[in-house]
């Protein structure tokens, strides 16, 4: 039985992807193989060309002839060179770069835009928003007003407004002492004088 390492075709029109067989020669092209020892992708680029060498190797030292197309794939992934025993030629099979993941591509993105790396997309909108609620004050809570006070039935004038100067220092704010020191200050002036 004649054996031969060739191409088996597969993919669609236009579209070839091809499996490295062992295979009796007097099979169809794409009929019952022996062992599959390889993928063949032309249409990438570079080609992806993937080759089981100790299979290779084992078929071809028991005396399998490859087909052309198949002698040039296997010189190319240096399995060849190795079964005629040539020392120092290695194959000059291309490999595509390893791809980056999509999560550095972005972060590499937003660190060249000037942003940080949290993770957080960035827009133009969504930046507007930022700056308009940091330019916006905090509201500020409405002051409680003070309640007018309440004057009793023969009070006088002077303990009515005593008695409002004494709402005013509680609902005076706490954290200013030297304001409060002053009113009380300007209180005691206003009652020695008469005023």
């Known amino acids: 039985m004649a054996v031969k390492i060739r191409l088996k075709r597969l993919g669609k029109v236009r579209v070839p992807q091809y499996r490295i067989v062992v295979v009796d020669s007097r099979k169809k092209r794409d009929g019952k193989v022996l062992e599959e020892i390889g993928i063949y992708h032309p249409k990438e680029d570079p080609s992806y060309i993937s080759v089981v060498s100790e299979r290779a190797q084992y078929w071809l030292g028991v005396g399998a002839q490859p087909s052309e197309a198949v002698a040039k794939i296997l010189k190319i992934t240096g399995d060849w060179q190795t079964y005629k025993g040539y020392t120092g030629t290695e194959g000059t099979l291309q490999t595509k770069p390893a791809k980056t993941p999509k999560q550095d591509i972005f972060n590499e993105a937003l660190k060249e835009a000037g942003g940080s790396s949290t993770g957080e997309a960035v827009t133009k909108k969504a930046t507007a928003k930022k700056a308009e609620k940091k330019t ?60």
């Open 136 to 195: 916006e004050a905090p509201a500020e809570t409405p002051a409680e007003t003070p309640e007018p006070p309440v004057v009793a039935a023969g009070m006088s004038a002077e303990e009515a407004e005593a008695r409002a100067d004494d709402i005013e220092a509680k609902n005076a704010p706490k954290s200013d002492p030297e304001k409060a020191d002053a009113d009380k200050q300007a209180d005691t002036v206003a009652d020695e004088t008469g005023a």
